[in-house]
């Protein structure tokens, strides 16, 4: 018995000292990846002045989804708080206490925007500008110029902090932690890109969608999701779009309410946001998504 008891003890301990240094493992690429820096060319961007570019700047910020972590007021606050996933906060926008882009340039606004990267370099964490990287200069500009005409909002927040679970799906590349890793830095950006509507128009506009609704847009378990959360909708016409009609889809998207009777949840759905695009987005979009081959969700 003392033997079966001995080599239990050394069979636990080893496996102990596994998971450690596992646990360790993880910890150094994880903070690897964190600590990387990026070095990006400025991209020349004249900020509008006019009060209708701040008006669209205004809108653009809305159906772009910025408010839904940056808060309305921009001063932005927590949007996950989990001992196991970690801590996160979005940024406080304005130019009062807490202001996470106090002496940003143009330049370092582009940069935060469309490519995830801070003034120091770094990533910026859970930002989602994959979605944001192809936006034209036009828009960026209009965004900024709006962005930077706020008034100040004096909110601190607290330090990003990584739980275990959410360093392990870090590391298994299941949380999108870091958006500079996911942009492909090199890439043009069109200076403008005048609105119709047209298939091409509505891939511009999805590419917000994305980021709960899969890149390929047949919906699944979103990323960084908690246990029991509902998937995203199948976006493609193998969901429920293939049998809705541009007048269902479009008052879906304003009124929150799907032609099946479904209200959606505004938490999950921002549909009061979508309900700001224009009935040329709204169509453009739709032309998009039903251009899509049906796809079910992966898994």
């Known amino acids: 018995m003392k033997k079966v008891l001995k080599w239990l003890g050394i069979l636990l301990a080893g496996l102990v000292g596994l998971l450690l240094i596992v646990f360790l493992v993880g910890f150094l690429l994880s903070e690897r990846r964190i600590d990387k820096t990026y070095t990006l060319d400025d991209e020349s961007l004249t900020l509008p002045t006019d009060a209708a570019s701040l008006t669209e700047g205004q809108r653009l910020v809305s159906i772009r989804g910025c408010v839904d972590c940056h ?48 003034a120091d370099g770094h990533s910026l964490i859970i930002m989602p500008s994959y979605e944001f990287a192809g936006l034209s200069d036009e828009q960026v500009a209009q965004m900024v110029a709006y962005l930077t005409s706020l008034p100040p909002v004096d909110r601190v927040a607290a330090e990003p902090q990584l739980g275990p679970l959410g360093r392990a799906l870090f590391v298994m590349n299941q949380l999108p932690l870091l958006p500079a890793e996911m942009v492909d830095h090199s890439a043009a950006h069109p200076a403008a890109f005048p609105a119709e509507a047209s298939v091409e128009y509505g891939r511009y506009m999805a590419a917000t969608c994305t980021g709960c609704h899969m890149p390929n847009l047949a919906g699944g378990v979103v990323p960084g999701s908690a246990p029991g959360d509902l998937p995203s909708a199948n976006l493609t016409p193998a969901g429920n779009l293939g049998h809705w009609t541009l007048e269902d889809f479009q008052r879906t998207l304003r009124d929150g309410v799907t032609p099946e009777g479904k209200e959606l949840d505004p938490a999950v759905m921002p549909w009061p946001l979508t309900a700001q695009m224009t009935e040329v987005e709204l169509e453009a979009l739709w032309l998009y998504l039903q251009s899509l081959p049906p796809t079910e969700p992966a898994g």
């Open 71 to 118: 808060e309305p007021d921009f001063g932005g606050g927590a949007f996950i708080d989990d001992p196991m996933i970690g801590t996160f906060a979005a940024a406080n926008l304005t130019s009062g206490e807490g202001s996470a882009t106090a002496g940003y340039t143009v330049a370092d606004w582009e940069q935060a925007i469309r490519h995830g990267v801070g």
